[in-house]
């Protein structure tokens, strides 16, 4: 006869009674981490986030028009100035030179011409045509002198570097002694209130984003002053990755993963509303972003303003 061991039994069963919680626990587990997921992926939806933003604003270069050695700079890095203020003069000797020379051509043209007219005055009437042709070479000799001073002492103005716009003088190396060129750009000014957040979205959310749907932005140099901002154009296009250099050269395609899709990320421009004027903005510090779709906002109109370049927010 076979002995009963009740201990044994009640071994058993709560080893299986552990192994059933153990499983119920572990999906338990699953389906919290799988409402999480969803949870997270909805609010993503409803509530596009980003903390890939950048403050943005105009930037001004400033060039000179004339070329020639510098012999003053008159501002220092991270000055503010004012519309029309010198920034930098630019060696008026050669111009000056110019000034007196169209000076001296026009004197002698000037003195041509009375000449002329003096002696047309005492010409006897068989001379009178050739008397006439001096004049009006004289005339215009005259012209073309007054043509050569004007844009002498327009070229001796512009030696003078004048401040296109009021703003901030950033990254200043120019020193007196350096050799400018026409064109060329010399000096960077950051225009105030032109500031705006561009923020890069990734791709599969931009079909919850609007433009005119309010936004939230956050800069991480004053994360407790949260600002105010419209959604006000999205990027049509961003640089593809896998191309030449030139026309002529081959693909650079990097290698990937196939099983690792990254989704892209595209511009959103962000329009500020109405930012603090003691919160100091800066180009190119780090903002998140969080878009608020809103039914009723207006694409149509929003799209108009937005389908042109923007400079400022």
Request: proline letters at 7%.
């Amino acid at each position: 006869m076979i002995a009963r061991h009740p201990q044994g039994s009640a071994s058993r069963l709560h080893d299986w009674l552990f192994d059933l919680l153990r499983i119920l626990v572990t999906l338990a587990m699953v389906a919290i981490a799988a409402a999480s997921v969803w949870w997270v992926r909805e609010q993503q939806q409803a509530h596009p986030w980003t903390r890939d933003g950048q403050v943005l604003g105009n930037l001004v270069q400033v060039a000179p028009q004339v070329a020639g050695p510098v012999i003053a700079v008159h501002v220092t890095d991270n000055q503010r100035v004012a519309k029309g203020d010198v920034l930098f003069e630019i060696d008026p000797t050669p111009f000056e030179e110019a000034v007196h020379q169209a000076e001296a051509e026009l004197a002698a043209a000037s003195a041509d011409g009375r000449g002329g007219a003096a002696n047309h005055h005492d010409a006897p009437s068989d001379a009178s045509a050739t008397t006439e042709q001096t004049e009006n070479t004289a005339a215009r000799g005259a012209g073309v002198a007054l043509a050569k001073l004007a844009a002498a002492h327009r070229r001796l103005a512009l030696a003078r570097v004048t401040a296109p716009v009021s703003g901030f003088v950033t990254n200043l190396t120019l020193a007196a002694g350096s050799q400018v060129e026409a064109g060329t750009p010399q000096i960077a000014l950051v225009e105030p209130g032109t500031f705006w957040v561009d923020a890069y979205f990734k791709e599969t959310d931009l079909a919850a984003i609007h433009p005119g749907d309010p936004a939230a932005v956050v800069l991480m140099s004053a994360p407790d002053r949260p600002l105010t901002g419209r959604v006000l154009s999205i990027a049509h296009g961003i640089a593809r990755r896998n191309m030449g250099k030139g026309p002529g050269d081959l693909a650079q395609v990097a290698p990937t993963f196939e099983w690792i899709r990254l989704a892209q990320r595209i511009p959103v421009h962000i329009e500020l509303i109405d930012p603090p004027a003691d919160l100091p903005l800066r180009i190119g510090t780090t903002a998140s972003v969080t878009v608020r779709p809103s039914a009723t906002a207006d694409d149509g109109a929003a799209a108009g303003h937005g389908g042109g370049e923007h400079g400022g927010g």
